[in-house]
């Protein structure tokens, strides 16, 4: 498996060296920001509050479907590399799973789900 | 190949070819400094945010802002390790490249995300919500009609599945699997027409409060990703390495370009969707299309 | 150090990155600025090294330009351009001319600045932390709430009534005045929940002095050539169209619109028309302007110009106009009256106005008191039509998603220099 060894090493060695790169150059020589400088950028205006707040998502629905259709995505997986060989039988049995999902997207989209609540 | 060989090769691909990205988009703005000026844009841009500070804002969350640009560029490369650039087994030839390549790319999602939470500013908190809601959207049709590509090379490796392209293109055996890819792939590297998290609208969105360095790092990472993207696009799409005359590299280096050009041209001439408009757009459109592409391709394959 | 000195070399020849505060009299000298050869203005002071502050400001912009300055990252440096009043910010240097003096200027600091000819400057507003630290422990922690006391000073977003058993935070935040996708001058103080509006309030400071008035200001005290009545409305609907295209990411055809602005001659429609030709093909219409920003039905539109056309409302002052009744004008209308509605009104209009500019010869508008403006209908007593957009804001905006306020507020075309002063709004 030197080929999954390779991908870690390829991530970390990726990570490592932007990280690194920013931290080396940020570092020497810099002074501290004052205050207004650090102000958060609103056009002009000056915030009263915190940015960070509990985000209130509208697509909150959507994103439950999405995980109904990402599991589906694990079978498929194994069963693209089998395909071939297990024939109409495969073909079959995956379309009835994926028209079981269909039928929950399209009650999703009825429902308005793919739009800001 | 060993791992240092790859690493090698997978940093010397993205370095060159984010060059070469950022090259062309400049052109397709259509300033009117021509070639000279755009070859030599990068590096005076480089030179520009080098000198640049890196502000922070009040209370950032410091480590995620580091993060961010790191993961970005870190996913970007692990993504391009398991595409071979002139025969099967050259790069990292993993058996399951393309789970490693979905992985990495829906893991994007949280770099950015945090890249727009970390300043804890306003807008460019939106941005990062935004980009979530777009992958959730497209998520699911980028990765089906990439794992659609495997169904008649019988095997997750890319490697495999340009060699099972040695009679015809997948380009032509599954016709709506390049369109799709390439509209998920833009949404993706949250690149024009879908460059929502970034997006005008946001004064930049999660780039607003990012200057200097970290702003370098963060385009320099997108501008991987997209040539990761464009890598494994034409490997699985146009044949990768498979062409006649020309040796297999040059055929590899001469597809990527081609759909580097057009996500290029495509980000700068197309308006930028709206974001409801979108969730709509990947779920109603793109993931039926999606699976009718699963399914006619396979019904061919048979 | 030496590889700063060659960095700093690389980089003056390149794009500077501008911040603009546009004040009045200037709009359209900024947007030509977007011409200029390696200027390029960003919507963000993080990303700019040079502030432009360009004509008039009031007293009350002070505070707002400043802290725009501070943000800049540095090395930072500012230039004036027609600026009278150094005492707002101080200038490292007033421009008193045109596009090619600015540009030129701006150059020529962008260099000083980054090979350490000039110092970057220091921020204007006092090192003191805006809310006394209320915080527990050195992260804020120990005290009551999410992250106990007020990390940093500021207070938490506020809590949002219940809604099914959910409990959800209101972020209020005020964007503007110097906002890129809203009119020079605006500022709204929102309230945010997630990307939605949930209240608004225009804030009715005003940032911009009065505006110079241009030829349709003109136009309401004296006859005046109908040619150059409609060049200008041709040239002002062409800026405004290069503006939404901008905020709709579209900067290929943002700069044909900007380039087509300052070289249009009156019965040139061709190039026009093949520039609406690639709005079209870029998609604009279904990805971004379909059914965003359309009015309540109880809104009055009259007077309201393209804004008033582009939902049906056939009424233009032009029409009452012997000159213009001479040229066979008859106004234009859609029926839609949202955002491309709008764009593709004046679109229309400016194929129009140029193809009128053409064939107008000598023909003079009596404005008799009431000239239709590229916003909407000027009288010479009463407010202008900005002063009624501001005032819709809140009814029209409330409930939208952040990116179709913007659209919808740029639809408009408001010119905050018009605007009266506050207490005159009604």
């Known amino acids: 498996m030197v080929g999954i060894g390779a991908a870690l090493v390829v991530f970390v060695a990726a990570v490592l060296t932007v990280g690194a790169a920013q931290w080396v150059w940020s570092a020497p020589g810099e002074r501290d920001l004052t205050v207004p400088e650090r102000v958060p950028f609103a056009g002009g205006a000056e915030p009263e509050f915190h940015a960070w707040n509990r985000f209130h998502i509208r697509y909150y629905a959507m994103a439950l479907l999405f995980l109904a259709f990402d599991m589906e995505m694990v079978f498929m997986y194994p069963w693209a590399v089998v395909f071939v060989r297990e024939g109409l039988l495969a073909l079959i049995e995956m379309l009835m799973f994926i028209l079981i999902l269909v039928v929950g997207m399209v009650y999703a989209w009825r429902e308005k789900s793919f739009e800001w609540s | ?302 | 150090m030496e590889l700063k000195e060659r960095l700093a070399h690389l980089a003056k020849t390149g794009d500077v990155p501008v911040f603009a505060v546009v004040g009045s009299g200037h709009r359209s000298p900024v947007r030509r600025l977007r011409l200029s050869d390696g200027i390029n203005l960003v919507a963000s002071p993080r990303h700019a090294a040079v502030l432009l502050v360009a004509g008039t400001l009031t007293e009350a912009a002070t505070e707002t330009v400043s802290r725009v300055h501070d943000q800049m990252a540095g090395p930072r440096v500012t230039v004036g351009w027609n600026h009278p009043e150094p005492s707002i910010v101080p200038l490292a240097e007033n421009v008193v001319g045109g596009v090619p003096d600015v540009t030129a200027a701006i150059r020529q600091q962008f260099a000083n600045v980054l090979t350490g000819t000039i110092p970057g400057e220091p921020p204007l507003l006092p090192n003191v932390d805006p809310v006394e630290w209320r915080g527990v422990g050195p992260y804020g922690h120990g005290g009551a709430g999410m992250t106990g006391g007020n990390p940093y000073g500021r207070p938490l977003p506020l809590r949002a009534p219940a809604r099914d058993t959910l409990e959800l935070d209101q972020l209020p935040i005020t964007i503007g005045p110097w906002f890129a996708g809203f009119p020079p001058g605006l500022a709204l103080r929102v309230l945010l929940q997630g990307d939605v509006v949930q209240g608004l309030e225009v804030d009715s400071t005003r940032f911009v002095s009065d505006g110079p008035g241009g030829v349709f200001e003109r136009a309401l005290r004296e006859p005046t050539l109908i040619r150059d009545l409609e060049m200008d409305r041709a040239r002002h609907h062409l800026e405004w169209m290069a503006d939404a295209l901008l905020i709709c990411g579209v900067d290929r055809l943002a700069l044909r619109a900007d380039r087509l602005a300052s070289t249009i001659e009156a019965g040139d429609v061709q190039r026009v028309d093949r520039l609406i030709a690639s709005v079209r093909r870029s998609l604009l219409r279904p990805m971004t302007m379909r059914g965003v920003g359309v009015l309540p039905p109880d809104v009055d539109l009259t007077g309201l110009g393209p804004v008033a056309r582009a939902a049906g409302v056939a009424e233009d002052a032009r029409a009452a106009e012997d000159g213009y009744d001479d040229l066979g004008f008859t106004p234009v209308t859609h029926t839609a009256g949202d955002a491309w509605a709008r764009f593709s009104q004046r679109a229309q209009e400016t194929t129009q106005a140029i193809d009128l500019a053409g064939r107008a010869g000598n023909r003079l508008a009596f404005g008799s008191g009431a000239v239709e403006a590229p916003d909407g209908l000027h009288r010479a007593e009463g407010s202008r039509p900005a002063d009624r957009f501001v005032a819709m804001l809140e009814v029209v905006l409330n409930g939208e998603e952040w990116g179709d306020l913007v659209t919808t507020i740029q639809s408009f075309d408001i010119d905050m220099e018009s605007v009266s002063a506050p207490k005159d709004v009604p």
Do not use: C, H
Request: no cysteine; glycine share 10%.
């Open chain 2, 1 to 302: 190949m060993t791992a240092l060989g790859i690493l090698v090769q997978v940093m010397a691909l993205l370095v060159v070819g984010a060059y070469i990205f950022v090259v062309a988009d400049r052109l397709m703005v259509g300033t009117e400094t021509g070639v000279r000026a755009a070859l030599v844009y990068p590096v005076r841009r480089l030179s520009f945010l080098l000198l640049q500070p890196v502000t922070t804002t009040e209370r950032p969350d410091f480590e995620a802002w580091i993060l961010a640009p790191s993961l970005l560029f870190g996913l970007a490369a692990v993504g391009a390790v398991p595409i071979p650039l002139d025969a099967p087994s050259a790069g990292g030839d993993i058996p399951a490249g393309l789970v490693l390549f979905g992985a990495a790319m829906l893991i994007v999602l949280v770099a950015v995300y945090i890249f727009g939470w970390a300043p804890n500013s306003a807008l460019p908190m939106i941005g990062g919500y935004r980009f979530a809601a777009m992958v959730l959207s497209v998520g699911i049709p980028f990765s089906l009609v990439v794992l659609t590509t495997a169904i008649p090379a019988e095997s997750l490796s890319v490697g495999m599945i340009v060699e099972a392209q040695s009679n015809l293109w997948f380009v032509i055996e599954q016709p709506l699997g390049l369109p799709i890819y390439l509209v998920t792939a833009a949404a993706i590297a949250f690149w024009g027409p879908f460059d929502l998290p970034e997006g005008s609208d946001l004064a930049g969105g999660i780039a607003a409060e990012a200057s200097g360095p970290r702003l370098a790092t963060w385009r320099f990472a997108r501008a991987a990703l997209m040539v990761t993207l464009a890598l494994m696009g034409q490997a699985v799409f146009l044949g990768g390495y498979l062409g006649p005359v020309l040796p297999g590299w040059l055929w590899t280096v001469i597809k990527t370009l081609i759909l580097l050009v057009i996500l290029a041209s495509a980000g700068r001439t197309l308006a930028r969707m709206r974001v409801q408009r979108f969730v709509w757009f990947g779920w109603v459109i793109l993931l039926p299309l999606a699976l009718v592409d699963v399914f006619l391709s396979g019904w061919i394959a048979l």
